[in-house]
């Protein structure tokens, strides 16, 4: 019954698009996602403002120091919220990986690169507290799905943001390298509809940590020749980058397949505990 669910969930998301996601991720979380195994700590303050907050799963068998996991959800810069990501934190605390849900300012509140400073401040935040929970702040990964896979990236690759010591990157359905822009809101959010210094794909030669991009080759919302474009780019620059995609997956159901009672969908999960083992 659950396989089933999770196919007939899977097509209408694919359908819908992503406003569908944040009504049936609630729904998710009641019916499919165990509630044991680990802990949630809730709203940890990483920084001023009501958005500067994240959530912290830990896994209950906690092997010290573990690894860290900071996960960024998308929306396109303008919506999302931790609070509907319970399905990611499961999927990773159950594996042994202390996880981090941030949430991060959206437009119109700010535009860039606000949304990538509170990256940043979350980062910090947790490699000066990951060892208070058992954690190890030398192996601290950054995620992201789409949107939150831009931010993830720009933290790694553009020195401007301040941050190092990232062990690795875990880019889903990232868009790295997606001008020019036609969208009003996404001119207005980036300043302009070809600052190429806005694009994570630009700083791509630089010295960075190892990244794995996932992406669905059926993905009409962020194409997937951005991860093979930025795929490209870091290898040729000397970095160690890993590229997999999912044959007929899209934008949302790539995600979806880290849930419980989805995971039949793509190897996302095994593919991304074994970077993070490796790193």
Not at 119 to 127: C, Q, T
Not at 185 to 212: E, N, W
Request: aromatic share 10%; charged share 20%; with cysteine.
């Amino acid at each position: 019954m659950l396989r089933a669910s999770a196919r007939f969930l899977s097509h209408v998301l694919a359908i819908a698009g992503g406003g569908l996601l944040a009504m049936c991720v609630p729904l998710l979380n009641i019916i499919a996602i165990p509630k044991s195994g680990y802990s949630l700590r809730r709203d940890l303050r990483y920084g001023d403002g009501p958005r500067a907050r994240l959530d912290l799963y830990l896994p209950d068998a906690l092997k010290a120091p573990a690894p860290v996991l900071l996960f960024f959800y998308g929306g396109s810069w303008q919506s999302g919220t931790k609070n509907i990501y319970r399905a990611l934190g499961e999927a990773f605390a159950s594996a042994g990986v202390i996880t981090a849900v941030a949430d991060y300012r959206l437009y119109p509140e700010v535009k860039y690169p606000a949304f990538i400073e509170d990256g940043a401040e979350a980062f910090h935040f947790l490699r000066e507290k990951a060892a208070e929970y058992g954690g190890d702040p030398a192996r601290l990964v950054l995620c992201g799905h789409s949107a939150g896979a831009y931010i993830a990236a720009m933290l790694a690759c553009n020195p401007k943001f301040g941050v190092d010591h990232v062990r690795g990157v875990i880019g889903i359905a990232g868009p790295y390298d997606f001008l020019p822009l036609y969208d009003p809101v996404l001119i207005d959010i980036f300043g302009g509809d070809r600052v190429m210094a806005t694009q994570p794909i630009k700083y791509a030669h630089t010295k960075s940590p190892p990244m794995l991009l996932a992406h669905g080759t059926a993905d009409k919302t962020v194409g997937p020749g951005n991860s093979r474009r930025m795929a490209k780019r870091l290898s040729e620059a000397g970095n160690d980058v890993a590229l997999i995609e999912y044959p007929g997956r899209g934008h949302l159901d790539i995600v979806l397949s880290l849930a419980h009672g989805f995971r039949h969908l793509t190897t996302l999960r095994e593919d991304m505990l074994r970077f993070i083992a490796a790193n």
